[in-house]
Nanobody
Framework: QVQLAESGGGSVQSGGSLRLSCAAS????????MGWFRQPLGKARDWVAT???????TYAGSVKGRFTISRDNAENTLYLQMNSLRPDDTAMYYC?????????????????????WGQGTQVTVSS
């Protein structure tokens, strides 16, 4: 069964850190571009970061320098280390898999290119 399962979310105070994990199964994880997206309550889902098969990374401007995306192909696991968290980082965080890391003219990947999605893990940052 093709599946992505996020974990590691929770509640933290502003300035704190969390590490999200995303366990992949049922497909060849190492061959996929992987990404993290987030959706604040009542708002649209936004891209956070992507990592290519060989490890090249790209970040949204709002998280660059604070978040780090990484992957362990041997363990079929994707990570998101989040430091210096702020209240506006509060959202449901989703991991997703794509056949490739493609970016539009604005430098963002298109959600439609990601065909496997997890159920999400909630991150809440209090001030």
């Amino acid at each position: 069964q093709v599946q992505l399962a996020e974990s590691g979310g929770g509640s933290v105070q502003s300035g704190g850190s969390l590490r999200l994990s995303c366990a992949a199964s049922g497909f060849t994880f190492s061959s996929r571009c992987m990404g993290w997206f987030r959706q604040p309550l009542g708002k649209a889902r936004d891209w956070v970061a992507t990592i290519e098969r060989v490890g090249a990374t790209t970040y949204a401007g709002s998280v660059k320098g604070r978040f780090t995306i990484s992957r362990d192909n041997a363990e079929n696991t994707l990570y998101l280390q989040m430091n210096s968290l702020r209240p506006d980082d509060t959202a449901m965080y989703y991991c997703a898999a794509s056949t490739g890391c493609y970016y539009n003219d604005y430098g963002y990947p298109e959600e439609a290119d990601f065909d496997i999605w997890g159920q999400g893990t909630q991150v809440t940052v209090s001030s």
